[in-house]
Each structure stands twice: as structure tokens, then as C-alpha cells.
């Protein structure tokens, strides 16, 4: 969720309150750290990001200087080219640092995040799921986000699954299902292999709960899950890979990358 109290740029804001999918750069001009052939990395990364940008319509692109973000004390106060708290909201480390937003829910989902140099064919796809993804978008009525994904040690399936309740209401997950996401359009793998929360398990607001493959599976808190899916072993996921969450309708309600 985007603190909106805290100064930030208002094309950004803009963009934001529309729930376009959103690119995010921050770079550093004549930066003196060099890669061994003598290229400025952050120049690099920034006229990558402004080619690609035009194939990406759908998209909104934003690039700031690093070293200007201004002291206003509100959006209305910043400067053309000033980015405000923006930086320190998106968890901003060293530069070029790229990051790419999808809407979710009431706010955003971060999709990926770059630090250093990055090679244009990895930007490209990124931005080319990003794009698929927002296309398809996110429409059920159950506001709940897809906080982490575990895959199991061997075999690409899941050991658990967090689930996020983001609404002020407690939210049923029996008949929720998690589907793959095909690479090339964003769409949802209808006939893929995927993982159903068959139980009458429940997450109270602003509350995450953690499923597992067994009973005895220890979630991202070292407790052991609230639950148990039917599935998740055959997915045979890899990191990168996206995955939806549907709710009992097949509505999508959020998605990750692995």
C-alpha cells in the first residue's frame, strides 16, 4: 500500500489510483563504480529501460535520480523530477535499481525487483508478464494476496502456501485453488495441474495463514500451518514461474512469482 500521506510524485500517484501496472527506475548519473570493460552500469540500465519502454504502452514508466528527492514536506510540494519518499517506500538499495508493480486488491503486488546491471532480454520478459498479468487482472471480490510460495526441496511442487486476508472481513478459503500462469499470455493454465484448499479453513482480517502438503509442515512463522491443500505436489513449479490464486468461482484474487 502506498503511504500517500508521505510526499510522492504525483504522475506516480496518478498512476497509482488508476491501478495501471507501474515500471519503476532509480538511477545514479556518472556514478564512479565501473564494470571491468569501463560501461556505467546505471546509463546502461536506464537507456535499456527507455527502448524498451515503447513496447509496453500498457505500462507506466518512471525513472528518477537517485540523488534528487527533494524536501517537500507533501506530493504538492515536489518538484518535477523529484521523487519525495518514493524511494525509501519502494525499499530502494543501490542503483540502477529497477522495480515493477502489478494492482492487487487495494494496492500493488511487487512483481520483480532489479539491483545492478541487468540484461535487456531479462527486462523485456519481465515487463512482457508484467503486462500479461495486469491484462488479465484480478476479479474476485475476495481481497486476499499471495504472500509466499515454498516449493519443496525436490520435484517443484509446494511444501506451503501464505495467504494474506486484506479486507476488514473474515474471509472462507475452502475451494480456492492455485493454477500456473501460461508465460507467453499471462492467462491462467485452466487444464494445468493445480493445488485446491479443499478444508473450511478461515483467515480473519488483516490476518496470514500458511498451507502445507501435510499437517506437520512448518510455515514462514516456525508454526506448524493452519491447514492442508490437495495437489501441490505435481505442479512441478521453478523460481520464476507465476502462479494465481482462485477463489471457489475461478475468479483470480492475486498472483506471485515463484
Known amino acids: 500500500m502506498l503511504n500517500e500521506g508521505q510526499p510522492v510524485p504525483?504522475?506516480?500517484?496518478?498512476?497509482?489510483?488508476?491501478?495501471?501496472?507501474?515500471?519503476?527506475?532509480?538511477?545514479?548519473?556518472?556514478?564512479?563504480?565501473?564494470?571491468?570493460?569501463?560501461l556505467d552500469v546505471d546509463t546502461m540500465v536506464s537507456n535499456y529501460m527507455s527502448n524498451l519502454r515503447s513496447r509496453y504502452p500498457q505500462i507506466e514508466f518512471f525513472s528518477y535520480n537517485i540523488n534528487n528527492p527533494g524536501s517537500a514536506q507533501s506530493s504538492k510540494e515536489l518538484r518535477p523530477g523529484e521523487y519525495g519518499s518514493l524511494a525509501a517506500q519502494l525499499?530502494?538499495?543501490?542503483?540502477?535499481?529497477?522495480?515493477?508493480?502489478?494492482p492487487q486488491g487495494g494496492g500493488y503486488t511487487v512483481e520483480n525487483v532489479f539491483e545492478g546491471y541487468v540484461p535487456p532480454p531479462v527486462l523485456s520478459q519481465a515487463l512482457f508478464n508484467l503486462a500479461a498479468v495486469s491484462k488479465g487482472g484480478n476479479?474476485?471480490?475476495?481481497?486476499?494476496?499471495?504472500?509466499?510460495?515454498?516449493?519443496?526441496k525436490t520435484g517443484g511442487g509446494i511444501e506451503y502456501v501464505a495467504i494474506k486476508n486484506q479486507s476488514k472481513?473474515?474471509?472462507?478459503?475452502?475451494?480456492?485453488t492455485l493454477k500456473p500462469l501460461?508465460?507467453?499470455?499471462?492467462?491462467?493454465?485452466?487444464?494445468?495441474?493445480?493445488l485446491l484448499i479443499?478444508?473450511?479453513?478461515?483467515?480473519?482480517?488483516?490476518?496470514?495463514?500458511?498451507?502445507?502438503r501435510t499437517p506437520n509442515v512448518k510455515g514462514p512463522n516456525g508454526?506448524?500451518?493452519?491447514?492442508?491443500f490437495e495437489g501441490g505436489e505435481e505442479m512441478?513449479?521453478?523460481p520464476g514461474d507465476q502462479v494465481a490464486l482462485l477463489d471457489s468461482g475461478g475468479a483470480v484474487a492475486s498472483t506471485i512469482t515463484v
Open 10 to 38: 504525483g504522475d506516480f500517484k496518478a498512476a497509482y489510483e488508476r491501478k495501471a501496472p507501474i515500471s519503476v527506475l532509480f538511477y545514479e548519473p556518472s556514478q564512479g563504480a565501473l564494470y571491468p570493460q569501463g
Open 91 to 102: 525499499g530502494v538499495g543501490y542503483t540502477p535499481y529497477v522495480v515493477m508493480l502489478a
Open 139 to 152: 476479479t474476485s471480490d475476495a481481497d486476499v494476496t499471495l504472500e509466499k510460495i515454498k516449493l519443496t
Open 169 to 176: 472481513q473474515t474471509i472462507g478459503l475452502q475451494g480456492f
Open 182 to 194: 501460461n508465460p507467453h499470455t499471462g492467462q491462467v493454465e485452466s487444464n494445468a495441474k493445480g
Open 198 to 212: 479443499s478444508g473450511k479453513l478461515k483467515v480473519g482480517p488483516g490476518q496470514t495463514v500458511a498451507i502445507g
Open 223 to 228: 508454526k506448524k500451518v493452519a491447514g492442508t
Open 236 to 238: 512441478s513449479l521453478s
